[in-house]
């Protein structure tokens, strides 16, 4: 199944669900509204619209996550890669890694991830 697209406002709303969940959706409306200053109708239209398209669960109140935020950054990912560089995820690491500045810490980071992915442990 692919995951559904989240657009940014919908993402800082799915930020305070995640951490949350389960949650009633009045109780998501007051974190809305003191985390991201929105008011009562802004958050029940994004719950409907985000229920509709599969990303949470609306039942008697209680709203739940249907994807993860794993599911939803690693699609975003994968659509930046795809849109700007033509799906190559060398030429995505070669201009994220040409503009940032990688501490050693990092370096090896990456490098343990890359010896993971080639020993098949990698996802």
């Known amino acids: 199944m692919e995951t559904p697209k989240v657009f940014e406002s919908e993402y800082r709303f799915c930020l305070i669900l995640w951490e949350h969940e389960p949650v009633r959706s009045s109780k998501l409306v007051e974190l809305c509204r003191d985390q991201l200053g929105w008011k009562p109708t ?29 599911q939803v950054q690693a699609a975003e990912i994968d659509e930046l890669v795809e849109k700007k560089f033509g799906g190559s995820l060398p030429a995505f690491v070669a201009a994220f890694t040409k503009h940032k500045k990688m501490t050693e810490k990092e370096i090896d980071e990456v490098q343990r991830m890359i010896d993971c992915f080639r020993k098949g442990d990698g996802r």
């Open 42 to 70: 802004t958050t029940y239209t994004v719950i409907k619209r985000l229920s509709e398209r599969g990303v949470l669960k609306n039942e008697d109140s209680m709203v739940t996550a249907l994807v993860t935020k794993d």
